[in-house]
């Protein structure tokens, strides 16, 4: 068959834009009216039918949405090649915004980190939104966001430099950060009564009894993804400002996803996992502070790390789990045994990510030993100075987990 004329398409696909922001029955209904104009019979009818499939499909599935539409709207074979161009030309716009939601649950987690990568740095990574095409209710621009507006000129600044009111306007935005992270759905599904999702194999055997006839349905929906997360943060005197913000990281990440343990350490290990289960995130961090005598004191990384791989490693690590360390790398003790334990600890888990906040510098170079022993086994090495490098964090450990 020739390829439809596109020219109506086009014309009206630039209006689709701005009705995107408004809705997708809006964008749905603009759709059906070029498909009539295409010559399918479009009936009201089946655009009901069409709107009202939307709310049992993931819409930031492209091909589901795909399926939805041209299984409502679509009667006869030989429409089918008109609906495909039609589909492709139109939903262009949608398809853009699609990989903006999508980010986190690509089957494809390179493309997701280079993604996050080109990102970093960038007005748009300052907004959680941008991770999944998410808006606030009532929102219709993220850059007419109000509640955000305060912390955008903290996207680049040093956390060293913060002041304590800085500490208060990015509290939340934290707390979003690891919401999201928690929140990320695995590609296995689950029967739910209250799924999102048609379980057609179950429901084809629920009903063999009926002859056929469809009198039950099963429903699925996807599961919650369960890796463990192991957070060692050095917090040795050079570390001290930065990780009370990574403490203050995994602290939202430990309220709202199991299995996470935290650690500090800098001449001794210490676990305070259950010590951030406190409800008030200031009590925990004064706590950790007071109770943690080697707390800005000086940093003995290899020894701290055998401790971790004797004492808990066994129990805590499997292949599906994720260690973050947070250090400068200048390390005290014996070289040679942080290079030991760094391989042992590789060979417990899946993947661990070095958090460096000298990394931030355009001019840092690798020239520590302690660095040197341990990036040849790193998954990622990473900064972590600013907002802007901990939503970039974020976004590589909802790759990683």
């Known amino acids: 068959m020739n390829n439809i004329d596109t020219s109506t398409i086009e014309q009206m696909t630039e209006t689709s834009a701005d009705i995107q922001k408004k809705g997708i029955i809006q ?151 690891a919401s999201k992270i928690a929140t990320k759905k695995s590609r296995r599904r689950k029967l739910d009564p209250r799924g999102d999702e048609l379980a057609l194999r179950q429901t084809l055997r629920m009903n063999l009894k009926y002859g056929g006839d469809v009198f039950q349905i099963a429903r699925r929906k996807r599961k919650i993804k369960k890796t463990k997360l192991i957070a060692l943060a050095d917090v040795s005197g050079s570390m001290d400002s930065y990780s009370r913000f990574f403490v203050q990281f995994i602290y939202g990440m430990q309220d709202r996803l199991s299995g996470v343990e935290t650690f500090v350490f800098s001449t001794h290990l210490t676990r305070v996992t259950e010590v951030l289960k406190k409800r008030d995130m200031g009590d925990a961090l004064n706590e950790i502070a007071k109770n943690v005598l080697h707390w800005s004191g000086g940093t003995k990384i290899g020894s701290c790390l055998q401790a971790f791989n004797n004492e808990y490693a066994p129990t805590m690590l499997n292949g599906k789990s994720v260690v973050v360390i947070i250090s400068d790398g200048w390390d005290t003790g014996n070289t040679g045994l942080l290079e030991t334990e760094i391989k042992k600890l590789k060979e417990h888990c899946h993947k661990i990510i070095w958090l460096n906040p000298l990394l931030g510098s355009p001019d840092y170079q690798p020239l520590c030993r302690g660095i040197q022993a341990v990036m040849p086994h790193l998954s990622y090495f990473l900064p972590l100075h600013n907002l802007n490098s901990l939503i970039a964090l974020g976004k590589t450990l909802r790759a990683a987990l």
């Open 27 to 177: 964008s749905m209904l603009l759709f059906c009216r070029i498909l009539g104009r295409l010559k399918i019979n479009i009936t009201m009818g089946r655009v009901l039918d069409s709107i009202s499939s939307l709310k049992h499909i993931n819409i930031a599935d492209r091909e589901d949405f795909y399926h939805a539409l041209k299984a409502n709207l679509v009667s006869h074979q030989k429409d089918i090649p008109v609906f495909d161009q039609a589909f492709q030309h139109f939903w262009r716009f949608s398809e853009d915004t699609k990989d903006a939601q999508k980010t986190g649950d690509d089957e494809n987690d390179n493309d997701e980190r280079e993604e996050g990568d080109k990102e970093q740095g960038t007005k748009e990574g300052l907004f959680i939104e941008s991770w999944t095409g998410e808006k606030p209710d009532g929102a219709e621009d993220e850059a007419q966001i109000p509640e955000y507006s305060p912390v955008e000129t903290l996207a680049t600044k040093d956390f060293s430099a913060f002041t304590d009111e800085d500490v208060k306007k990015i509290q939340e935005v934290i707390v979003q950060i």
